[in-house]
């Protein structure tokens, strides 16, 4: 009788034991999903950081997420090898859109494996030349034409005018500085944001390659270039910035950074793919880091926390 006891009080610890080891295994053997990366993308995004984002993405998604080093110099034909040799049945593949050539030509060579591209705009399907039974004009089988997720610009911007307004206040401008003059859709978006705060002034636009001296009157800065050359200036005028740089090499006026890069979008990257019911390029909002340690109104603060999970 007394070792029945024993044993009872056991149970609650065995079942727990249990169901850590299913859940273990379970999560061990669903089937990776595998994504592209190469040095110089880890170096600028932070060895640290990436596995950070690795990590959360596995628990997000509930199954591993298994890096695949590239060559930032590697042709398609080299990133096919390097893929068929990291994942020889693979399920699922996320390649940055710098490496678009590579993944065209593995869907094609791999048509059941679900390929995904993140990032930028999906291009023109051309016709596969080789295959005689296609008619001029017929567009390519889906199955050989990876998915492309887009990044959702207008709602970055939209968030980012939201939080300018609080930066700038009611008497100080907004410089916003790009690389080519960004279209009229995300201009209006950012006015948007500007606007649903109270801020009615008309942002200044400059290019990344121009000078601009009047510094005084500005109280927030905008970036979603190589705008370095501004932030050498250590001017203490917030910034925010759309960039995949580590948040640690950023100059203390950086206070929010909209990261877009390919494994900060890789859960919601999944999950549009899943919901995507035609051959459109589903859409995926960038990744919001709020510096809090760089903002000292705590009120701002906790307006920004806010702001940056907006919806457009």
Known sequence: MREYRKYRKLLPLLAVFLLISITALVFLIRSPVYVLTDSSFSLLYGEQRLNLQRLRASVALFRRIIPIPVSESAGSDLVVLAVEAAAPSPRMILFPYRYLEGAEEYQAKYPNVKVLVIGGNRPVIVLDENNEDEEPGDPLPVEKIPLYIST??????????????????????????????????????????????????????????????????????????????????????????????????????????????????????????????????????????LLGERIEDKEDFRKLQSLVKEKY
Not at 164 to 182: D, M, S, T, Y
């Open 152 to 289: 959702y610009s207008a709602e970055d911007l939209y968030r980012a005018g939201l939080c300018a307004a609080i930066f700038a206040g009611k008497e100080k401008r907004v410089l916003f500085f790009h690389e080519g003059p960004p279209p009229e859709e995300y201009q209006q978006a950012f006015r948007d944001g500007l606007r649903f705060q109270g801020y009615l002034d008309d942002p200044i636009y400059r290019d990344i390659s121009a000078d601009y001296s009047p510094y005084t009157s500005i109280g927030c800065v905008i970036m979603t270039g190589a705008a370095v050359r501004f932030l050498e200036n250590n001017l203490q005028i917030p910034v925010i910035l759309f960039s995949w740089a580590d948040p640690a090499i950023t100059p203390e006026s950086v206070k929010i950074i909209f990261d877009d890069s390919h494994w900060a979008l890789v859960p919601e990257a999944l999950k549009a793919s899943q919901n995507n019911s035609d051959d459109s390029s589903p859409l995926v909002s960038s990744k919001p880091v």
